[in-house]
């Protein structure tokens, strides 16, 4: 039986696909820039715990799933003029039509995030100079399902974890 340290994950930035799909279109997001390229933070935290003056603990419970996901762009990248459409024809109808669903996912790996609902909310800063220079994209999503998750075999003892959390692990993770 192999242990933690005989199995080897395996991630690549090629294998990360960001998806932008609405009634009027589908686009592959690229033109990342180097280094990163992505991040996510959701709004507010799901459980934050509250002390009160005399030590007494509580927690507050959020079910906010709102979650800003940051694309980080080269300038030359076909994916930052579709993104200036889609905020252009959002600008216009102001009315939520030009709206998309964003899903990211890790081709190599479990990890997605799934938004059905999500807009820009602005243009990014935008600088030139001698170099290729980077734009960052702010996407606000409504209501992300998120499921950060390996790159790598999951042990017996792992599935065995998973399972009891009612988490089914596809046969091709498992050692």
Not at 27 to 40: E, K, L, N, Q, R
Not at 135 to 156: E, F, M
Request: glycine letters at 10%.
């Amino acid at each position: 039986m192999a242990g933690t340290s005989e199995i080897l994950g395996t991630y690549s930035p090629e294998n990360i696909v960001i998806v932008l799909s609405n009634s009027k279109m589908s686009h592959t997001i690229s033109g990342y820039a180097d280094g990163t390229f992505m991040s996510i933070t959701r709004q507010a935290p799901h459980a934050a715990l509250y002390t009160g003056a005399d030590l007494s603990n509580a927690r507050v419970v959020r079910g906010n799933k709102g979650a800003t996901v940051t694309l980080t762009l080269h300038q030359a990248g076909e994916s930052n003029d579709v993104l200036s459409a889609l905020l252009a024809a959002d600008e216009l109808s102001r009315d939520g039509s030009d709206c998309f669903s964003i899903t990211i996912k890790d081709t190599i790996g479990r990890s997605m995030y799934y938004s059905p609902v999500a807009f820009l909310g602005n243009n990014p800063d935008a600088s030139f100079g001698v170099d290729i220079e980077t734009r960052d994209w702010q996407i606000h999503c409504v209501s992300l399902t998120q499921n950060t998750a390996g790159n790598g075999k999951v042990t017996p003892d792992g599935v065995g974890t998973l399972q009891a959390l009612d988490v089914e692990v596809d046969a091709r993770w498992r050692v």
